[in-house]
């Protein structure tokens, strides 16, 4: 149990379009999502709480009208990239609370801006 | 606020050899502490976890001991495989709903016949 699905795996786009990321927990029901950023050799930093129903919270530093966080159901939640630029391309990983008290994440999306 | 520190790597091992993995963490709390695996081009993967000190988690021959007087949470395993190469990050997060988890910077492991 407690698994997310995260798509598109890999996804490459020009320049200034945008690019959206969906997430999903396919045998729980997740009220909070968390959206991670992973640079190369690097941890992960968490980019915003996405809560079922409300407005996502953003952490400090993290643009909000850039990365655009849905959720607008208790399985799904999407981020969207407005207006992509190379230095947007990373890998981007969701998670959402399992039943087991830790965190299932997402298989993420290697995201490429061209 | 919370911090999780990891043992610099990479860290190469060759097959068989014993594995120790360091962290340890800063929380105002008492948080649940998680090692997660990475495996090249893959998202994160649980490996295992424990909620309360003196906890054991073991998954795979791995093993951590959630330690309160040390603040620490080292991972362990007896004789490694080329299999285990990846990427580890050690991580917490603190009450039933307060949902981040804060992460270490990882620790890659590279394990060669």
């Known amino acids: 149990g407690a698994v997310v699905s995260q798509h598109p795996s890999r996804v490459i786009c020009k320049s200034g379009t945008s690019v959206k990321i969906e997430c999903r927990s396919l045998?729980?029901?997740?009220?909070?999502m968390f959206w991670y950023r992973q640079f190369p050799k690097k941890s992960l930093m968490l980019m915003a709480t996405?809560?079922?129903?409300?407005?996502?919270?953003?952490e400090q530093g993290v643009e909000k009208d850039k990365f655009l966080i849905n959720h607008a159901s208790l399985t799904l939640s999407t981020l969207t990239v407005t207006s992509a630029h190379p230095e947007d391309s990373s890998f981007y990983i969701c998670?959402?609370?399992?039943?087991?008290?830790?965190?299932?994440f997402g298989s993420g999306t290697r995201l490429t801006v061209v | 606020g919370n911090s999780v520190t990891q043992m610099e790597g990479p860290v190469t091992l060759s097959e068989e050899a014993f594995l120790t993995i360091n962290c340890t963490y800063t929380?105002?709390?008492?948080?649940?502490l998680f090692w997660y695996v990475q495996y090249p081009g893959e998202g994160l993967q649980l490996l295992l976890k424990?909620?309360?000190?003196?906890d054991k988690g073991s998954n795979k021959g791995f093993e951590a001991t959630y330690r309160k007087e040390t603040t620490s949470f080292h991972l362990e395993k007896g004789s490694v495989q080329v299999s285990d190469s990846a990427v580890y990050f050690c991580?917490?997060?603190?009450?039933?709903?307060?949902?981040?988890?804060?992460f270490g910077d990882g620790t890659t492991l590279t394990v060669k016949p």
């Open positions: 998670s959402a609370r399992g039943s087991f008290g830790g965190y299932t």
């Open positions: 045998d729980f029901q997740a009220t909070t």
């Open positions: 996405s809560n079922e129903g409300s407005k996502a919270t953003y």
């Open positions: 929380a105002t709390g008492y948080p649940s």
């Open positions: 424990a909620t309360k000190a003196d």
């Open positions: 991580a917490l997060s603190e009450g039933t709903n307060a949902g981040k988890s804060t």
